[in-house]
């Protein structure tokens, strides 16, 4: 009888906590912490992202990772084209989403030829180009970062890196790992 008696006291609490969240604002409710992509460093190749063939470098002692033995490289080749990068997360309500990554950036380049573009686009609102990269971003690996600010809405991000690379005057190659996706 006692169980019963407490049973019935858990169900009318539990009821009470339900009735109740209705009346908290949505920020209360709202998952906004941690990294949600799955594979932030490439370690996985490219899953979890639309990427063009061969951009993921796999332990490259020469040349290596930021973390880890994967990476993703832009450029390079001396050859005219384009190559795009990219993946799109969910951000929730209320939720502010920071995308970092670092960059690496290998040249023999002496003005502004080749360049990788970053940009983040949000529903609701125009893509934007939030860095523009060239033969002088550095040798060593840089951190940069991008945020989407908050919406009362939930809306879908769009992260992409897009290298333009045009042949003659020297080359310059983007090495890309650890983007992380943070939701606060
Ligand atoms: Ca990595």
């Given at each position: 009888m006692?169980?019963?008696?407490?049973?019935?006291?858990?169900?009318?609490?539990l009821?009470?906590?339900?009735?109740?969240?209705?009346?908290?604002?949505?920020?209360?409710?709202?998952?906004?912490?941690?990294?949600?992509?799955?594979?932030?460093g490439?370690?996985?190749?490219?899953?979890?992202?639309?990427?063009?063939?061969?951009?993921?470098?796999?332990?490259?002692?020469?040349?290596?990772?930021?973390t880890g033995?994967?990476?993703?490289?832009?450029?390079?080749?001396?050859?005219?084209?384009?190559?795009?990068?990219?993946?799109?997360?969910?951000?929730?309500?209320?939720?502010?989403?920071?995308?970092?990554?670092?960059v690496?950036?290998?040249?023999?380049?002496?003005?502004?030829?080749?360049?990788?573009?970053?940009g983040?686009?949000?529903?609701?609102?125009?893509?934007?180009?939030?860095?523009?990269?060239?033969?002088?971003?550095?040798?060593?690996?840089?951190?940069?970062?991008?945020?989407?600010?908050?919406?009362?809405?939930?809306?879908?991000?769009?992260?992409?890196?897009?290298?333009?690379?045009?042949?003659?005057?020297g080359?310059?190659?983007?090495?890309?790992?650890?983007?992380?996706?943070?939701l606060?």
């Open positions: 006692k169980t019963l008696v407490t049973l019935a006291s858990a169900a009318a609490l009821l009470l906590t339900t009735g109740s969240a209705h009346h908290r604002p949505p920020t209360a409710e709202t998952p906004c912490r941690g990294q949600i992509h799955t594979n932030p490439f370690e996985r190749g490219t899953t979890g992202w639309t990427a063009g063939p061969r951009m993921v470098v796999l332990g490259d002692a020469a040349r290596p990772a930021h033995r994967a990476y993703a490289t832009f450029a390079g080749l001396d050859v005219t084209r384009y190559e795009q990068l990219g993946t799109e997360v969910t951000v929730p309500a209320n939720c502010n989403l920071t995308v970092r990554f670092w690496r950036t290998l040249t023999t380049e002496t003005r502004r030829g080749d360049f990788l573009n970053v983040l686009a949000v529903t609701g609102e125009p893509p934007k180009t939030r860095f523009s990269l060239a033969y002088d971003s550095g040798p060593q690996w840089r951190e940069y970062s991008m945020s989407s600010g908050t919406a009362t809405t939930e809306r879908t991000a769009w992260a992409n890196f897009v290298a333009t690379e045009m042949a003659g005057n080359v310059t190659a983007f090495d890309v790992d650890d983007v992380t996706f943070t606060s």
